[in-house]
T-cell receptor, first 114, second 113 residues
Framework: DGGITQSPKYLFRKEGQNVTLSCEQN?????MYWYRQDPGQGLRLIYY???????QKGDIAEGYSVSREKKESFPLTVTSAQKNPTAFYLC?????????????FGPGTRLLVL | AQSVAQPEDQVNVAEGNPLTVKCTYS??????LFWYVQYPNRGLQFLLK??????LVKGSYGFEAEFNKSQTSFHLKKPSALVSDSALYFC???????????FGTGTRLTVIP
């Protein structure tokens, strides 16, 4: 898991509540990503950011929001508009090497709905 | 468009035997291919990648993968499986013209003692 931390490890959400998942990296990576993992579906990209103060929607951005005010931090907010938020959320950051980018992942946050 | 397929949800192999986890891909440009491993309730760990050059790529923990352009495959292999290799394995691809990785659905490897 290297220098990428995610907190909390487990998070419980009540109906209609917004919750924020933390992702921090000390690897000096420019790009950061949020994925959602559901059983049997692999990883799906929610949002990504290639530089501070800029981010792009991934394949399943509806019901989520992000910010990238600092290079080290890329928090993900799961809003009340996300009707099925129960999943394992993975943050990644990346660096370019060998003319290509390699993503490295944090330990994940498991979100459960009460 | 890019896509990746892992045709086997589950692979069982006896300890000490060789293992193969299959991956096929589809891209419009040149493929950049990756393998990751995930242990229970953990993030993904990078194993190896193919960018260009030698078709046989060696990675962490004794794993290797062979890029086969004609078969559009990138199968993960290890000559002698360990019980500790039991985990969920993901293949991922990036098209040379795309920004992001696209992941397969994963293959659960179980090594039987």
């Amino acid at each position: 898991d290297g220098g990428i931390t995610q907190s909390p490890k487990y998070l419980f959400r009540k109906e209609g509540q917004n919750v924020t998942l933390s992702c921090e990296q000390n690897l000096n990576h420019d790009a950061m990503y949020w994925y959602r993992q559901d059983p049997g579906q692999g990883l799906r990209l929610i949002y990504y950011s290639q530089i501070v103060n800029d981010f792009q929607k991934g394949d399943i951005a509806e019901g989520y929001s992000v910010s990238r005010e600092k290079k080290e931090s890329f928090p993900l907010t799961v809003t009340s508009a996300q009707k099925n938020p129960t999943a394992f959320y993975l943050c990644a950051s990346s660096i370019w090497a060998d003319k290509q980018e390699t993503q490295y992942f944090g330990p994940g946050t498991r979100l459960l709905v009460l | 468009a890019q896509s990746v397929a892992q045709p086997e949800d589950q692979v069982n192999v006896a300890e000490g035997n060789p293992l193969t986890v299959k991956c096929t891909y589809s891209v419009s440009g040149n493929p950049y291919l990756f393998w990751y491993v995930q242990y229970p309730n953990r993030g993904l760990q990078f194993l190896l990648k193919y960018i260009t050059g030698d078709n046989l790529v060696k990675g962490s923990y004794g794993f290797e993968a062979e890029f086969n352009k004609s078969q559009t495959s990138f199968h993960l292999k290890k000559p002698s499986a360990l019980v500790s290799d039991s985990a969920l394995y993901f293949c991922a691809v990036r098209d040379s013209g795309a920004n992001n990785l696209f992941f397969g659905t994963g293959t659960r490897l179980t090594v039987i003692p």
